[in-house]
Nanobody, 120 residues
Framework: QVQLVESGGGLVQPGGSLRLSCAAS????????MGWYRQTPGNQRELVAQ???????NYADSVMGRFTISRDYANNTVFLQMNSLKPEDTAAYYC??????????????WGQGTQVTVSS
């Protein structure tokens, strides 16, 4: 069984910072890309940032220059450093991993989500 567990969400004032973490655990053979998506009520889930197995990163235009994604390959963990937060960054943030394992077919796996609220 594969699990992705996020942490680090919360309430922050505009201009503030938060750091999200997501650890993948279970019987995992290989992780390809890991990333973060976000979703607000009534809207589709959208890509925020992604990092490949080779360390190539991809960001949504709306977060470019403010958010930084990084990865701890040894511990199957991905981080999202969010700086200069804006009210429009308020959303539920979901961790994603493209992976496979001995008993887990290659697929996209998701965390349970962590709420980020940017408000004064």
């Amino acid at each position: 069984q594969v699990q992705l567990v996020e942490s680090g969400g919360g309430l922050v004032q505009p201009g503030g910072s938060l750091r999200l973490s997501c650890a993948a655990s279970g019987s995992i053979s290989a992780i390809y890309s890991m990333g973060w998506y976000r979703q607000t009520p009534g809207n589709q889930r959208e890509l925020v940032a992604q990092i490949s197995a080779a360390g190539i990163t991809n960001y949504a235009d709306s977060v470019m220059g403010r958010f930084t994604i990084s990865r701890d390959y040894a511990n199957n963990t991905v981080f999202l450093q969010m700086n200069s937060l804006k009210p429009e960054d308020t959303a539920a943030y979901y961790c994603n991993a493209d992976l496979y394992g001995p008993r887990a077919p290659r697929d996209d796996y998701w965390g349970q989500g962590t709420q980020v609220t940017v408000s004064s």
